[in-house]
Structure formats: structure tokens, C-alpha cells
């Protein structure tokens, strides 16, 4: 007989190792191994009896009714998921506690079961009456959603299993349910993947969608049940600064259609409002004529997204300058600095360096490096750049600015919104198609770029030609030995 297999999993990431360790090997953390039963959920005596069953195979080319989509009535949210909800599929959305997932999701929930579907949200972190007073203060209370406050899978499964097969169910949060299957405390790796297993099982066998919440930790990794995002069908973030008014949602993986789309939210008194232009509204708060700002013209998905890009460069009083970032990779950030110093000139070991995205958004493309180099540059010799100008391009390690996709795309937008001109890579000049109706400077290497920074600080800095006559501003210079 197999003994009792208990063993130490990682709560990050779900690896599992027979004794305790401080950190996990796999993903990194500390002190995050927790003891738990891993046996499985079928006790072992009745495994090894039961007879497999056999089942019929089928060819690929077979008629499977299309995936039909449950459209959720909001359009942000039915971009970010491919259209709706498809028939049988288990959803996770994941994002901070706070950020507005159960908001978004009782009002998903509200307008399809205004709709006459039968939908079913199952609370296991607030009490009915909290779920209610949502409801109350978002003008939803009328809404015929089945509401109930509980954890255990046994007997949620149970109850949905009697009556009209429900459209469409929330489980909020994944973390809060547990199974008898398994032994583990409710939160646990074991118990979560268990779970979910459960449900992911009840939703394909019924034909019921499932959304499943989940918590992410600080590192913006789905807490715990990291296992989970490989057994369902997508993964939505919901993702945005706490500050700020402005909710992205993601899609990061998604087997029913397209990944990298965002749906753009604002969080108002009353509930998330869609954003049908993000654009206008990454760019309504502008600081027009300060130095250190520039506006990307990236693509998010399938649409093109218009945000300001906002650098300070300061003199450091620190050994160890500050480089800080938010809302674009860190490593990015060190490379473009990198360039900017090895190949431009441009000296900023003595310098504090902080680079935002505003708005919120996180920008997860590498065309935003000459939008991100052009604020830092523009902050440092203190010129505003023209107020009128998208950039984008990305820079190779050698300075060359490279051409990126959609470029046509990028134009139009900006055109759009009343820009007038764009500085881009060199070599997608020729995508541009001509009719963006902008007036295009193309670069070819970031020296260029930097040059012609530096000539507006040098022209508004500084009185008179002797600094005209100087191409390099003294900051510029490389230090000599
Ligand atoms: P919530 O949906 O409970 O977040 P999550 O489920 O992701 O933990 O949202 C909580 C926050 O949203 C809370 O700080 C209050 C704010 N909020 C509004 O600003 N307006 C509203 O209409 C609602 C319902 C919440
Ligand atoms: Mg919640």
C-alpha cells in the first residue's frame, strides 16, 4: 500500500518538495513551502480497483457546434474575452484585492441575467448582505442573479447540478473554496488546483461558463494557484494603479481569442464605466509644455493607444543614482539608458532617473524606447519636446532605431487626435502608407534623435549663437578619461 503522501509545496508556484526549505528552488521565494497532502484526490484503494472505462475517438474534422458566446453587453469586456463567455469555458480573472473585480463582475452578471439568462454568482469572501449593498449602490439590485455565500465545491456543484443549467457562473475568489477530496487548509496550493479541477470538470460536463476570481500577489503572479492558469481556457488581468481612476483589463492567455487586447475601465462612484477611446483619455490630463514628456503611439491588441510617456532626470545626491519606473520594464529602462550613454553621450551616472507611464497603463511593447528616450533626454537638457509629436521605434543595443509593426496603425490614431507629426524609425517610412495625413521625421539612430533634443535646449537655454555654434551641449560630452 502507498503511505500517506504528505510533502512541502510552494504556495507561489506549486512545486512540490519532500522535505522543508526556506526558499523555493523553482520560482524563488521565501518562505513559502507550506506542508500539505499531495496523495491526489481519489484515495488510492479506489483508483488502482476501478476498471477504465472505454470511450469512443473521434476524427478532427467532426461537426462540434461552434463555440457559442454568452456577449456580456459590455463591449470592453467582450473584446478582451473574444466576443463572450463560450459555452463550457472556465475564465480566471486575476488582479488585486481592491482593484474592482467583483465590481466589474456583478455588473457583467447583472446585465446577462437582466438579459433572461439564468446566472448564478457565488461569493465565498463577502457575506450576501455585502454583496447586495454592491448591488444596491451600482443600480442593480433589480437584477435576477442567484446569489449565494459559499465555499464548499461539493455542495455548489451539487446545488447548480439541479434545475435549468445556469449560463454563466462567478466563483469569488478561487482562494476562498475547498473540496472534502482533499485534506489541506482552503487557500492551499492542493486545495485550489483541487478546486478548481472540480469546477473546471462541472462547467465542461454542463456546458455552463465558469469564471473563477483569483487573487495576485505583489509580483503580479495569480496567488497560489499559478497551477490554475494551465487547466483553464483564459486568463484575464485586471490590472491598473490604485491611484488612479483607470482599470486595463488583459487578456494574457486565452484559448477562444486573441491575447494582449485590453478593455480600458474607468472606477466611478457607480461602478466601472467603459472607455471606448482610451486614447482621450490617457492623453485628457496632459501636461502640455513641460519638459520630460512625450507622447508613444503603441498598440495594445488590436488598437492602437495613444499615452504619454513622462521622465525626470535630476542630479543625484545619492552614491548609487535612482533608477525608478512605473508602468514599463526596468530593464528597458536600463538599456535605453545604456545606449543613450554609450552610444549618444549622454551622461547620467549622476543622475536620478524616473520614467511613468500615465494613466496607469503598463506598456509592455519595446516600441515605447524612443518615446522613453525622448522624455529622458528632453528632461535632461530641459527642452519640451513639440506638443504635437507621437514617437515610436525601438533602439538595438548599437543605437540603430528599428522599425516596429503596425505602423500605419500607430499614424492614424494620432492623426486621429489632432497630432501632426510623428518621429519614427527610418525604415518604417515606407509602411506609412503616405496618406497618414502627419508630417514624418524618420530617424535612423538615437544620436540623431538626441541631436535634435539638444539643439531645442540648447536654442531656449542658453543666450545668444555661442550656443547655436556648440552642436553638443556640455552635458553631452563624454567625460575624458
Ligand atoms: P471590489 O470590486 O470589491 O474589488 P475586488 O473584488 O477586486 O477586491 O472593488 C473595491 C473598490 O472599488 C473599493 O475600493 C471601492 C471601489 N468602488 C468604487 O469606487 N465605486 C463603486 O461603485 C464600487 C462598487 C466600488
Ligand atoms: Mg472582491
Known amino acids: 500500500m502507498a503511505k500517506n503522501t504528505l510533502s512541502f509545496v510552494c ?20 518562505n513559502t513551502l507550506a506542508e500539505e497532502d499531495t496523495s491526489g484526490s481519489v484515495p488510492v484503494s479506489i483508483r488502482s480497483k476501478r476498471k477504465g472505462r472505454t470511450f469512443a475517438l473521434e476524427s478532427l474534422a467532426g461537426k462540434s457546434p461552434d463555440a457559442p458566446r454568452l456577449s456580456s453587453g459590455m463591449t470592453e469586456l467582450d473584446r478582451v474575452t473574444g466576443g463572450g463567455f463560450v459555452r463550457g469555458s472556465v475564465l480566471l480573472v486575476g488582479g488585486d484585492p481592491g482593484i474592482g473585480k467583483s465590481t466589474l463582475l456583478t455588473q457583467a452578471t447583472s ?33 435576477p442573479v442567484q446569489l449565494a455565500a459559499e465555499t464548499s465545491v461539493e455542495d455548489i456543484v451539487s446545488t ?44 465542461k460536463k454542463t456546458g455552463a461558463a465558469i469564471i473563477l476570481v483569483g487573487h495576485v500577489t505583489k509580483d503580479g ?37 486573441p491575447t494582449d487586447e485590453i478593455g480600458v475601465f474607468e472606477m466611478t462612484g457607480l461602478g466601472l464605466r467603459e472607455v471606448t477611446n482610451p486614447s482621450e483619455l490617457f492623453l485628457s490630463e496632459r501636461d502640455l509644455g513641460t519638459p520630460g514628456t512625450a507622447v508613444f503611439a503603441g498598440i495594445e491588441g488590436t488598437r492602437p493607444v495613444l499615452v504619454e510617456l513622462q521622465a525626470l532626470v535630476a542630479p543625484t545626491s545619492l552614491g548609487t543614482p ?93 492623426a486621429k487626435l489632432g497630432f501632426q507629426r510623428a518621429v519614427l524609425p527610418e525604415s518604417a517610412r515606407g509602411d506609412a502608407g503616405g496618406d497618414a495625413g502627419l508630417s514624418l521625421n524618420a530617424v535612423n539612430s538615437l544620436t540623431t534623435l538626441v541631436a535634435e533634443i539638444a539643439a531645442r535646449g540648447s536654442r531656449r537655454g542658453e543666450s545668444g549663437a555661442s550656443a547655436e555654434k556648440n552642436a553638443t551641449p556640455a552635458r553631452f560630452r563624454r567625460s575624458e578619461g
Not at 483553464?232 to 485586471?238: E, K, N, T, Y
Not at 530593464?331 to 552610444?343: F, P
Request: net charge neutral.
Open 160 to 203: 447548480l447540478s439541479e434545475g435549468a443549467v445556469p449560463r454563466l457562473i462567478v466563483i469569488d475568489s478561487i482562494q476562498t473554496m475547498w473540496t472534502d477530496t482533499v485534506e489541506s487548509a482552503p487557500g492551499t496550493v492542493t486545495q485550489v488546483r483541487a478546486s478548481a479541477q472540480a469546477l473546471i470538470r462541472f462547467a
Open 322 to 414: 535612482r533608477r525608478a519606473v512605473v508602468g514599463w520594464d526596468p530593464s528597458r529602462l536600463s538599456m535605453v539608458l545604456a545606449v543613450l550613454e554609450a552610444h549618444c553621450g549622454v551622461k547620467l551616472s549622476g543622475h536620478d532617473v524616473y520614467l511613468n507611464v500615465a494613466g496607469g497603463l503598463r506598456i509592455h511593447e519595446p516600441a515605447a524606447d524612443l518615446a522613453a528616450a525622448a522624455a529622458l533626454v528632453s528632461s535632461l537638457v530641459n527642452a519640451q519636446l513639440p506638443t504635437d509629436a507621437v514617437y515610436f521605434g525601438e533602439i538595438s543595443l548599437s543605437g540603430v532605431v528599428r522599425p516596429v509593426a503596425q505602423t500605419p496603425a500607430r499614424l492614424k490614431e494620432a
Open 111 to 143: 446585465m446577462l441575467a437582466r438579459a433572461g439568462h439564468r446566472i448564478v454568482y457565488i461569493s465565498g469572501e463577502e457575506a450576501v448582505a455585502q454583496v447586495r449593498l454592491r448591488a444596491e449602490r451600482l443600480g442593480l439590485s433589480d437584477a
Open 11 to 30: 504556495q507561489n508556484c506549486g512545486a512540490a518538495y519532500n522535505r522543508w526549505q526556506g526558499k523555493c528552488e523553482s520560482c524563488g521565494e521565501w
Open 221 to 257: 503572479q495569480i496567488a497560489g494557484p499559478r497551477v490554475v492558469e494551465h487547466m483553464v481556457d483564459a486568463v484575464l488581468s485586471f490590472e491598473g494603479e490604485g491611484s488612479q481612476q483607470f482599470r486595463i483589463l488583459r487578456a494574457v492567455k486565452n484559448r477562444f481569442g
